[in-house]
């Protein structure tokens, strides 16, 4: 499959208009002094689904920029920015799958076939939860093949969206098998969480927000998991702003887009190891890799301990309950690492992707020392 460009990143944005949220991008001046940057946040924890209204309130974080998504206000009423009354999804992911649908949906039309039978995917949780979501509002049945160590919240998500979840062992192997055993048995179609170019097309409009909300922005870090949202977001970036930098952020357990940029071949993790940052575990793959080779500029590797810093220093400083996962760029851009990036790339973005947290499973707090000093 042919990897996507600007034009179909421009096409995801007209499907997906007025199907999920331009999120804010947000400011906190503590996280500013700690990192000597200005850091501005994309907020894709917020990403939703349903109708949106802006409500009053307040809150520590500060919104920036222009646009109808730079000016939303929190909602103490709601928890959330807006007052939907559907379910979050939570996730940078609904773009990806709801564009892949949409795709799916309008290829129908035009060739006058009826609609899938199914869909099916693979995935940690996330895109799990936004396929399911898109698939119920279109009428097709969706299943979700999960692993079992995938967090609770995850899982209980994905079955309110009345898809059916099927269970498998959290390894990238038994994850793609399993998928297309329910493939095969269902004669659906599978939406692939990373691979798949209309899920990266979509993962490419955060730029397009990006760019709109920040011009003066001169980086953008993304945590890397399979490197759908990177690639979409490289895409786009160099496509309309090539002088902008975009750094690719994993985990030091899970360093296969690091080892694949250094060795200059894909090199996927066989045997990964624990991460907190659960729905960066799998690997990069065939689609993503040449996107991340030749248009990200540089792959940052953090600890556990760096992880779950700055995600504590998201929920203390800007009061905002991010997932781990989400804490990836936050820690890269504190991370000793960054320091030797040009003091002239003083405007970063942190995309923070995701805020479905396990709270039940949150015991790590209490292994932190010294936790936002």
Not at 138 to 159: H, L, N, S, W
């Amino acid at each position: 499959m042919a990897a996507p460009v600007l034009g179909e990143v421009r096409d995801a944005e007209r499907r997906l208009r007025g199907r999920v949220h331009r999120t804010p991008l947000l400011t906190c001046a503590g996280l500013d002094r700690r990192a000597g940057r200005r850091l501005l946040f994309k907020c894709e924890l917020f990403q939703r689904t349903g109708s949106f209204k802006v409500r009053g309130g307040g809150g520590t974080a500060k919104p920036r920029g222009k646009g109808n998504g730079a000016r939303r206000t929190f909602s103490p009423a709601h928890g959330l920015w807006g007052g939907s009354t559907h379910s979050p999804v939570l996730s940078f992911q609904i773009r990806g799958a709801l564009n892949a649908l949409r795709s799916l949906v309008e290829e129908s039309e035009r060739s006058g076939r009826e609609l899938p039978r199914a869909v099916v995917t693979h995935s940690s949780g996330n895109h799990g939860q936004a396929l399911a979501c898109a698939a119920q509002a279109e009428g097709i049945p969706a299943y979700i093949v999960v692993p079992r160590t995938a967090p609770q919240c995850k899982q209980d998500a994905i079955r309110a969206y009345g898809a059916t979840l099927v269970p498998c062992e959290p390894s990238d192997k038994s994850r793609a098998e399993t998928a297309a055993r329910v493939v095969q048995e269902t004669g659906g179609v599978l939406v692939h969480p990373n691979q798949e170019p209309a899920v990266i097309a979509g993962q490419g409009t955060i730029a397009l927000e990006v760019l709109e909300q920040a011009p003066e922005v001169n980086a953008v870090v993304v945590p890397v998991g399979g490197g759908g949202m990177v690639a979409g977001i490289a895409v786009a970036i160099k496509a309309l702003r090539p002088d902008v930098k975009v750094f690719a952020a994993e985990p030091c357990n899970v360093d296969d887009c690091y080892q694949s940029k250094v060795r200059g071949e894909l090199t996927p993790n066989l045997h990964p190891r624990d991460t907190i940052a659960d729905a960066v575990k799998t690997s990069i793959g065939p689609n993503t890799w040449p996107i991340i080779r030749d248009l990200v500029d540089d792959v940052l590797t953090v600890s556990e301990e760096e992880i779950k810093r700055a995600t504590w220093l998201v929920w203390e400083r800007m009061k905002l309950l991010i997932e781990p996962t989400a804490g990836v760029g936050l820690a890269a851009v504190l991370s000793e690492q960054f320091q030797a990036v040009p003091r002239d790339v003083q405007n970063i973005c942190i995309v923070l992707c995701g805020g479905n947290v396990d709270l039940r499973s949150l015991t790590w707090l209490t292994d932190l020392s010294g936790k936002a000093e």
